[in-house]
Protein backbone atom coordinates (compact mmCIF):
# COMPACT_ATOMS: atom_id res chain seq x y z
CA UNK A 1 0.00 0.00 0.00
CA UNK A 2 1.09 3.12 -0.78
CA UNK A 3 4.42 2.41 -2.42
CA UNK A 4 4.65 4.42 -5.07
CA UNK A 5 3.95 7.45 -2.55
CA UNK A 6 6.23 6.33 -0.08
CA UNK A 7 9.30 5.91 -2.71
CA UNK A 8 9.08 9.35 -3.90
CA UNK A 9 8.51 11.02 -0.32
CA UNK A 10 12.03 9.43 -0.10
CA UNK A 11 13.47 10.73 -2.72
CA UNK A 12 12.15 14.59 -2.11
CA UNK A 13 13.05 14.47 1.45
CA UNK A 14 16.24 12.87 1.14
CA UNK A 15 17.85 15.90 -0.59
CA UNK A 16 17.19 17.73 2.99
CA UNK A 17 18.20 14.33 5.16
CA UNK A 18 22.04 14.67 3.82
CA UNK A 19 22.47 18.29 4.27
CA UNK A 20 23.69 19.70 7.70
CA UNK A 21 22.25 23.16 6.80
CA UNK A 22 19.55 24.03 4.52
CA UNK A 23 18.27 27.09 2.46
CA UNK A 24 15.00 28.44 1.34
CA UNK A 25 15.82 27.13 -1.89
CA UNK A 26 16.20 23.81 -0.67
CA UNK A 27 12.99 23.69 1.16
CA UNK A 28 10.84 24.94 -1.99
CA UNK A 29 12.89 22.53 -4.32
CA UNK A 30 11.96 19.74 -1.58
CA UNK A 31 8.41 20.61 -1.10
CA UNK A 32 7.67 21.07 -4.99
CA UNK A 33 9.18 17.50 -5.39
CA UNK A 34 6.63 16.39 -2.65
CA UNK A 35 3.67 18.24 -4.35
CA UNK A 36 4.14 16.11 -7.32
CA UNK A 37 4.41 12.89 -5.38
CA UNK A 38 1.27 13.90 -3.93
CA UNK A 39 -0.34 14.77 -7.32
CA UNK A 40 1.48 11.54 -8.77
CA UNK A 41 -0.76 9.58 -6.34
CA UNK A 42 -3.88 10.62 -7.39
CA UNK A 43 -4.34 12.75 -4.24
CA UNK A 44 -6.75 16.42 -5.39
CA UNK A 45 -4.45 19.52 -6.77
CA UNK A 46 -6.30 21.66 -3.90
CA UNK A 47 -5.23 19.46 -1.31
CA UNK A 48 -1.53 19.11 -2.72
CA UNK A 49 -1.23 22.67 -2.90
CA UNK A 50 -2.71 23.58 0.70
CA UNK A 51 -0.44 20.78 1.92
CA UNK A 52 3.21 22.14 0.70
CA UNK A 53 2.08 25.28 1.20
CA UNK A 54 1.42 24.53 5.26
CA UNK A 55 4.27 22.85 5.78
CA UNK A 56 6.79 25.39 3.59
CA UNK A 57 4.99 28.01 6.25
CA UNK A 58 5.26 25.98 9.31
CA UNK A 59 9.37 24.94 7.89
CA UNK A 60 10.06 28.82 7.71
CA UNK A 61 8.03 29.99 10.95
CA UNK A 62 9.89 27.15 13.19
CA UNK A 63 13.57 28.13 12.49
CA UNK A 64 14.03 25.15 10.38
CA UNK A 65 16.74 26.18 8.74
CA UNK A 66 18.53 27.29 11.78
CA UNK A 67 18.11 23.65 13.33
CA UNK A 68 21.30 21.39 14.64
CA UNK A 69 19.37 18.71 11.97
CA UNK A 70 16.93 20.43 9.72
CA UNK A 71 16.18 17.15 7.58
CA UNK A 72 14.60 15.35 10.34
CA UNK A 73 12.51 18.35 11.54
CA UNK A 74 11.31 18.65 8.36
CA UNK A 75 10.74 14.92 7.89
CA UNK A 76 8.63 14.96 11.09
CA UNK A 77 6.54 18.45 9.40
CA UNK A 78 5.60 16.19 6.70
CA UNK A 79 4.53 13.69 8.66
CA UNK A 80 2.42 15.63 10.97
CA UNK A 81 0.39 17.21 8.21
CA UNK A 82 0.50 14.35 6.77
CA UNK A 83 -1.22 13.16 9.94
CA UNK A 84 -3.92 16.46 10.17
CA UNK A 85 -4.58 16.06 6.38
CA UNK A 86 -5.90 12.40 7.08
CA UNK A 87 -7.98 13.55 10.15
CA UNK A 88 -5.38 13.83 13.08
CA UNK A 89 -7.70 11.61 15.43
CA UNK A 90 -8.37 8.10 15.43
CA UNK A 91 -12.02 7.81 14.73
CA UNK A 92 -14.25 5.29 16.64
CA UNK A 93 -17.30 3.77 15.59
CA UNK A 94 -20.07 4.45 17.31
CA UNK A 95 -22.11 1.38 18.98
CA UNK A 96 -24.82 3.79 20.96
CA UNK A 97 -28.67 2.22 20.55
CA UNK A 98 -30.05 -0.67 21.32
CA UNK A 99 -29.80 -1.95 18.76
CA UNK A 100 -27.16 -0.21 17.17
CA UNK A 101 -27.73 0.72 13.86
CA UNK A 102 -25.23 0.98 10.87
CA UNK A 103 -25.91 1.74 7.14
CA UNK A 104 -23.69 1.08 4.55
CA UNK A 105 -23.40 2.88 1.32
CA UNK A 106 -21.63 2.97 -2.16
CA UNK A 107 -21.48 1.91 -5.63
CA UNK A 108 -21.30 -1.23 -7.08
CA UNK A 109 -18.02 -3.36 -6.88
CA UNK A 110 -16.89 -0.57 -4.14
CA UNK A 111 -16.59 -4.01 -1.78
CA UNK A 112 -20.02 -3.02 0.26
CA UNK A 113 -21.27 -6.27 0.59
CA UNK A 114 -17.56 -8.04 1.93
CA UNK A 115 -16.80 -5.01 3.80
CA UNK A 116 -20.44 -5.43 5.86
CA UNK A 117 -18.96 -9.11 6.95
CA UNK A 118 -16.01 -8.21 7.78
CA UNK A 119 -17.76 -5.25 10.37
CA UNK A 120 -19.98 -8.08 11.45
CA UNK A 121 -17.08 -10.51 12.07
CA UNK A 122 -15.32 -7.29 14.27
CA UNK A 123 -17.91 -6.32 15.88
CA UNK A 124 -18.33 -10.07 17.18
CA UNK A 125 -14.83 -11.15 17.88
CA UNK A 126 -13.36 -7.75 19.33
CA UNK A 127 -16.39 -5.59 20.65
CA UNK A 128 -18.13 -8.99 21.75
CA UNK A 129 -21.16 -7.73 20.17
CA UNK A 130 -24.33 -10.02 18.90
CA UNK A 131 -24.91 -8.63 15.44
CA UNK A 132 -27.59 -9.30 12.52
CA UNK A 133 -26.75 -8.83 8.63
CA UNK A 134 -29.38 -7.79 6.80
CA UNK A 135 -29.79 -7.71 3.05
CA UNK A 136 -31.41 -5.00 1.02
CA UNK A 137 -29.99 -5.10 -2.08
CA UNK A 138 -33.37 -6.02 -3.76
CA UNK A 139 -32.16 -5.64 -7.61
CA UNK A 140 -29.61 -8.46 -7.40
CA UNK A 141 -30.15 -11.65 -6.27
CA UNK A 142 -26.94 -12.58 -6.22
CA UNK A 143 -25.82 -9.73 -3.65
CA UNK A 144 -28.36 -11.46 -1.06
CA UNK A 145 -26.28 -14.57 -1.71
CA UNK A 146 -23.10 -13.46 -1.45
CA UNK A 147 -24.33 -11.70 2.24
CA UNK A 148 -25.68 -15.11 2.92
CA UNK A 149 -22.16 -16.86 2.14
CA UNK A 150 -20.58 -14.04 3.52
CA UNK A 151 -22.98 -14.46 6.77
CA UNK A 152 -22.17 -18.65 6.93
CA UNK A 153 -18.22 -17.61 6.69
CA UNK A 154 -17.85 -15.81 9.96
CA UNK A 155 -21.42 -17.36 11.73
CA UNK A 156 -23.64 -14.37 11.53
CA UNK A 157 -27.01 -14.68 11.02
CA UNK A 158 -28.57 -12.99 7.69
CA UNK A 159 -31.85 -11.26 7.60
CA UNK A 160 -33.23 -11.65 4.16
CA UNK A 161 -36.93 -11.59 2.41
CA UNK A 162 -35.97 -12.43 -0.85
CA UNK A 163 -39.73 -11.49 -2.87
CA UNK A 164 -39.75 -8.30 -0.85
CA UNK A 165 -38.87 -5.09 -3.40
CA UNK A 166 -39.25 -2.14 -0.85
CA UNK A 167 -35.62 -1.90 0.98
CA UNK A 168 -37.60 0.46 3.57
CA UNK A 169 -39.66 -2.44 4.34
CA UNK A 170 -36.69 -4.89 5.17
CA UNK A 171 -34.67 -2.50 7.23
CA UNK A 172 -37.55 -1.62 9.84
CA UNK A 173 -38.51 -5.64 10.07
CA UNK A 174 -35.05 -6.47 10.46
CA UNK A 175 -34.79 -3.82 13.13
CA UNK A 176 -37.87 -5.94 14.75
CA UNK A 177 -36.45 -9.00 14.20
CA UNK A 178 -33.45 -7.96 15.72
CA UNK A 179 -34.68 -6.45 19.03
CA UNK A 180 -36.96 -9.66 19.55
CA UNK A 181 -33.84 -11.74 19.18
CA UNK A 182 -31.21 -9.83 21.02
CA UNK A 183 -28.96 -8.70 18.28
CA UNK A 184 -27.26 -5.94 19.58
CA UNK A 185 -25.81 -4.18 16.44
CA UNK A 186 -27.44 -4.55 12.71
CA UNK A 187 -25.48 -3.78 9.49
CA UNK A 188 -27.57 -2.85 6.73
CA UNK A 189 -26.39 -3.69 3.79
CA UNK A 190 -27.80 -1.45 0.59
CA UNK A 191 -27.68 -1.44 -2.98
CA UNK A 192 -24.69 -0.16 -5.06
CA UNK A 193 -25.48 1.36 -8.91
CA UNK A 194 -22.56 1.61 -11.37
CA UNK A 195 -22.84 5.53 -11.05
CA UNK A 196 -24.10 7.77 -9.31
CA UNK A 197 -28.23 8.44 -10.20
CA UNK A 198 -31.79 10.16 -8.68
CA UNK A 199 -33.37 6.91 -7.83
CA UNK A 200 -30.39 5.44 -6.07
CA UNK A 201 -29.75 8.24 -4.27
CA UNK A 202 -33.40 8.46 -3.39
CA UNK A 203 -33.61 4.83 -2.46
CA UNK A 204 -30.95 5.25 0.20
CA UNK A 205 -32.04 8.39 1.86
CA UNK A 206 -35.56 6.76 2.82
CA UNK A 207 -33.81 4.09 4.09
CA UNK A 208 -31.87 6.40 6.26
CA UNK A 209 -34.30 8.69 6.95
CA UNK A 210 -36.72 5.69 7.88
CA UNK A 211 -34.20 3.46 10.28
CA UNK A 212 -32.79 6.69 11.60
CA UNK A 213 -28.89 4.61 11.90
CA UNK A 214 -26.22 5.62 14.54
CA UNK A 215 -23.56 5.31 11.86
CA UNK A 216 -24.01 5.52 8.16
CA UNK A 217 -20.56 4.30 6.86
CA UNK A 218 -20.16 5.13 2.41
CA UNK A 219 -17.78 2.42 1.69
CA UNK A 220 -15.67 3.28 -1.47
CA UNK A 221 -13.10 1.82 -3.50
CA UNK A 222 -9.42 3.27 -2.82
CA UNK A 223 -8.36 2.29 -6.62
CA UNK A 224 -10.62 4.31 -8.12
CA UNK A 225 -8.64 7.54 -6.62
CA UNK A 226 -9.78 10.55 -7.11
CA UNK A 227 -13.43 9.74 -8.48
CA UNK A 228 -13.27 8.24 -5.19
CA UNK A 229 -13.39 11.32 -3.52
CA UNK A 230 -15.71 13.28 -6.02
CA UNK A 231 -18.74 9.84 -5.14
CA UNK A 232 -18.03 10.70 -1.80
CA UNK A 233 -19.20 14.01 -2.04
CA UNK A 234 -22.03 13.13 -3.41
CA UNK A 235 -23.28 10.59 -1.23
CA UNK A 236 -22.60 12.95 1.47
CA UNK A 237 -24.47 15.94 0.74
CA UNK A 238 -27.50 13.10 0.27
CA UNK A 239 -26.63 11.43 3.50
CA UNK A 240 -24.16 13.38 5.60
CA UNK A 241 -22.70 10.14 6.73
CA UNK A 242 -20.48 9.70 9.70
CA UNK A 243 -17.38 8.15 8.38
CA UNK A 244 -15.31 6.73 5.33
CA UNK A 245 -14.69 3.10 4.66
CA UNK A 246 -11.37 2.42 2.12
CA UNK A 247 -11.50 -1.10 1.05
CA UNK A 248 -8.69 -2.70 -1.43
CA UNK A 249 -6.13 -0.67 -0.24
CA UNK A 250 -3.96 -3.54 -0.41
CA UNK A 251 -4.10 -3.32 -3.89
CA UNK A 252 -3.51 0.77 -4.46
CA UNK A 253 -0.35 1.87 -4.52
CA UNK A 254 -0.79 5.34 -5.22
CA UNK A 255 -3.68 5.88 -2.12
CA UNK A 256 -4.50 9.39 -3.20
CA UNK A 257 -7.88 8.78 -2.11
CA UNK A 258 -7.51 7.86 1.64
CA UNK A 259 -4.99 11.33 1.75
CA UNK A 260 -7.75 13.67 -0.47
CA UNK A 261 -11.12 12.31 1.45
CA UNK A 262 -11.13 13.66 4.37
CA UNK A 263 -9.93 17.49 3.42
CA UNK A 264 -12.38 17.40 1.15
CA UNK A 265 -15.68 15.75 2.75
CA UNK A 266 -14.76 16.33 6.36
CA UNK A 267 -15.39 13.03 6.85
CA UNK A 268 -12.95 10.87 8.84
CA UNK A 269 -11.74 7.83 7.50
CA UNK A 270 -12.90 5.10 10.38
CA UNK A 271 -11.74 1.68 8.64
CA UNK A 272 -9.56 0.08 6.21
CA UNK A 273 -10.19 -2.96 3.89
CA UNK A 274 -6.47 -4.82 3.35
CA UNK A 275 -6.74 -7.91 1.72
CA UNK A 276 -9.79 -10.48 0.78
CA UNK A 277 -9.90 -12.70 3.85
CA UNK A 278 -12.82 -12.18 6.73
CA UNK A 279 -10.36 -10.73 9.71
CA UNK A 280 -8.37 -8.34 6.73
CA UNK A 281 -10.27 -5.10 8.84
CA UNK A 282 -8.22 -2.49 10.54
CA UNK A 283 -9.25 0.90 11.89
CA UNK A 284 -7.87 3.61 10.40
CA UNK A 285 -5.05 5.55 12.72
CA UNK A 286 -4.05 8.51 10.45
CA UNK A 287 -0.24 8.60 12.42
CA UNK A 288 -0.08 5.49 11.86
CA UNK A 289 -0.56 5.76 8.18
CA UNK A 290 1.29 8.69 8.13
CA UNK A 291 4.85 6.80 9.71
CA UNK A 292 3.60 3.99 7.12
CA UNK A 293 4.04 6.68 4.11
CA UNK A 294 7.06 8.35 5.11
CA UNK A 295 8.71 4.54 5.21
CA UNK A 296 8.71 4.67 9.56
CA UNK A 297 7.07 1.72 9.63
CA UNK A 298 3.98 0.74 12.28
CA UNK A 299 5.30 -0.96 15.51
CA UNK A 300 2.37 -0.22 17.46
CA UNK A 301 -0.28 -1.93 15.12
CA UNK A 302 2.05 -5.07 14.47
CA UNK A 303 2.45 -5.73 18.24
CA UNK A 304 -1.05 -5.33 18.66
CA UNK A 305 -1.68 -7.75 16.01
CA UNK A 306 0.96 -9.87 18.19
CA UNK A 307 -1.43 -9.34 21.32
CA UNK A 308 -4.34 -10.51 19.60
CA UNK A 309 -3.18 -13.75 18.80
CA UNK A 310 -1.10 -14.11 22.01
CA UNK A 311 -1.74 -16.87 24.45
CA UNK A 312 -0.40 -16.50 27.64
CA UNK A 313 -1.18 -20.36 28.68
CA UNK A 314 0.25 -21.38 25.55
CA UNK A 315 3.42 -19.41 25.63
CA UNK A 316 3.77 -21.06 29.69
CA UNK A 317 3.58 -24.14 27.98
CA UNK A 318 5.98 -23.54 25.13
CA UNK A 319 8.40 -21.93 27.92
CA UNK A 320 8.16 -25.23 29.76
CA UNK A 321 9.58 -27.25 26.59
CA UNK A 322 12.33 -25.13 25.33
CA UNK A 323 13.99 -25.19 28.99
CA UNK A 324 13.84 -28.88 29.31
CA UNK A 325 14.99 -29.36 25.44
CA UNK A 326 11.43 -30.51 24.06
CA UNK A 327 10.60 -27.44 21.37
CA UNK A 328 9.82 -29.66 18.49
CA UNK A 329 8.29 -29.46 15.22
CA UNK A 330 4.75 -29.27 16.52
CA UNK A 331 5.47 -26.01 18.48
CA UNK A 332 7.25 -24.69 15.48
CA UNK A 333 4.21 -25.30 13.45
CA UNK A 334 1.72 -23.25 15.74
CA UNK A 335 4.10 -20.73 15.87
CA UNK A 336 3.73 -20.48 12.33
CA UNK A 337 -0.01 -20.20 12.26
CA UNK A 338 -0.14 -17.61 15.06
CA UNK A 339 2.03 -15.51 12.56
CA UNK A 340 -0.33 -16.61 9.66
CA UNK A 341 -3.08 -15.32 11.85
CA UNK A 342 -1.64 -11.79 11.60
CA UNK A 343 -2.31 -10.98 8.39
CA UNK A 344 -0.36 -10.63 4.78
CA UNK A 345 2.93 -11.25 4.61
CA UNK A 346 3.90 -8.20 3.06
CA UNK A 347 1.66 -6.12 5.05
CA UNK A 348 3.47 -7.42 8.15
CA UNK A 349 6.83 -6.28 6.92
CA UNK A 350 5.40 -3.21 5.80
CA UNK A 351 4.81 -2.30 9.72
CA UNK A 352 8.64 -2.79 10.65
CA UNK A 353 10.88 -0.12 10.34
CA UNK A 354 13.26 0.67 7.52
CA UNK A 355 12.13 -3.41 6.57
CA UNK A 356 9.55 -2.10 3.81
CA UNK A 357 12.36 -0.23 1.91
CA UNK A 358 14.34 -2.94 2.20
CA UNK A 359 12.54 -5.40 0.62
CA UNK A 360 10.82 -2.94 -1.26
CA UNK A 361 11.22 -5.50 -4.97
CA UNK A 362 10.94 -8.31 -2.99
CA UNK A 363 8.18 -10.13 -3.60
CA UNK A 364 6.65 -11.70 -0.11
CA UNK A 365 4.46 -13.92 -0.95
CA UNK A 366 1.69 -15.41 1.75
CA UNK A 367 2.17 -18.47 0.89
CA UNK A 368 5.87 -18.16 1.91
CA UNK A 369 5.01 -20.54 4.54
CA UNK A 370 3.50 -23.42 2.73
CA UNK A 371 6.98 -25.39 1.49
CA UNK A 372 8.00 -25.73 5.46
CA UNK A 373 4.12 -26.57 6.28
CA UNK A 374 4.87 -29.16 3.71
CA UNK A 375 8.09 -30.61 5.17
CA UNK A 376 6.73 -31.10 8.74
CA UNK A 377 3.70 -32.28 7.46
CA UNK A 378 5.52 -35.03 5.67
CA UNK A 379 7.30 -36.29 8.94
CA UNK A 380 6.03 -38.82 11.62
CA UNK A 381 5.15 -38.07 14.85
CA UNK A 382 8.24 -39.24 16.50
CA UNK A 383 10.49 -37.03 13.85
CA UNK A 384 8.58 -33.78 14.75
CA UNK A 385 9.26 -34.40 18.38
CA UNK A 386 12.89 -35.65 18.48
CA UNK A 387 14.31 -33.88 15.08
CA UNK A 388 17.95 -35.83 15.63
CA UNK A 389 16.23 -39.20 14.38
CA UNK A 390 16.14 -37.62 10.55
CA UNK A 391 18.73 -39.85 9.01
CA UNK A 392 19.46 -39.21 5.28
CA UNK A 393 16.96 -41.75 4.30
CA UNK A 394 14.32 -40.23 6.33
CA UNK A 395 15.02 -37.17 4.77
CA UNK A 396 14.55 -38.72 0.99
CA UNK A 397 11.46 -39.84 2.01
CA UNK A 398 10.28 -36.81 3.66
CA UNK A 399 11.63 -34.74 0.88
CA UNK A 400 9.35 -36.83 -1.74
CA UNK A 401 6.27 -37.08 0.68
CA UNK A 402 6.76 -32.87 0.71
CA UNK A 403 7.58 -32.18 -3.12
CA UNK A 404 10.62 -30.70 -1.97
CA UNK A 405 14.45 -31.80 -1.88
CA UNK A 406 16.75 -33.02 0.02
CA UNK A 407 18.53 -29.59 0.36
CA UNK A 408 15.48 -28.28 1.33
CA UNK A 409 14.92 -30.68 4.23
CA UNK A 410 18.67 -30.07 5.09
CA UNK A 411 17.94 -26.49 5.16
CA UNK A 412 14.72 -26.46 7.21
CA UNK A 413 16.66 -28.85 9.56
CA UNK A 414 19.73 -26.64 10.28
CA UNK A 415 17.53 -23.63 10.37
CA UNK A 416 15.24 -24.95 13.51
CA UNK A 417 18.33 -25.96 15.29
CA UNK A 418 19.79 -22.62 15.15
CA UNK A 419 16.48 -21.22 16.15
CA UNK A 420 15.87 -23.86 19.35
CA UNK A 421 19.16 -22.91 20.42
CA UNK A 422 18.67 -19.52 20.09
CA UNK A 423 15.80 -19.88 22.38
CA UNK A 424 17.31 -22.14 25.34
CA UNK A 425 19.81 -19.10 25.13
CA UNK A 426 16.59 -16.91 25.54
CA UNK A 427 15.88 -18.52 28.61
CA UNK A 428 17.07 -17.16 31.91
CA UNK A 429 19.91 -14.96 31.83
CA UNK A 430 20.74 -16.13 28.28
CA UNK A 431 19.19 -13.26 26.60
CA UNK A 432 21.27 -11.18 28.50
CA UNK A 433 24.50 -12.87 27.59
CA UNK A 434 23.53 -13.23 24.13
CA UNK A 435 22.57 -9.67 23.23
CA UNK A 436 26.36 -9.01 25.14
CA UNK A 437 27.77 -11.29 22.89
CA UNK A 438 26.17 -9.55 19.99
CA UNK A 439 27.18 -6.41 20.91
CA UNK A 440 30.95 -7.61 20.56
CA UNK A 441 30.27 -9.34 17.26
CA UNK A 442 29.44 -5.29 15.54
Do not use: W
Request: with cysteine; aromatic share 4%; proline share 3%.
Amino acid sequence: MFDNLSDKLDKALHVLKGHGSITEVNVAETLKEVRRALLDADVNFKTAKEFTNTVKEKALGQNVLTTLQPGQLMVKLVKDELTELMGGETAGINLGGSPTVILMSGLQGSGKTTFSGKLANYLKNKKTKRPLLVACDVYRPAAINQLHVVGDQIGVEVYSEPENKNPVQIAQNAIAHAKQHGFNVVIVDTAGRLAIDETMMTEIANVHKAINPQETLFVVDAMTGQDAVNTAKAFNEKLNFDGVVLTKLDGDTRGGAAISIKSVVDKPIKFIGTGEKMDAIDVFHPARMADRILGMGDVVSLVERAQEQFDEEEARKLQKKIAKNQFGFDDFLGQIQQVKKMGSMKDLVGMIPGAGKALKNVDIDDDAFKGIEAIIHSMTPSERTQPSIINGSRKKRIAKGSGTSVQQVNQLLKQFDQMSKMMKMMQGGGGRKMMQALGRMR
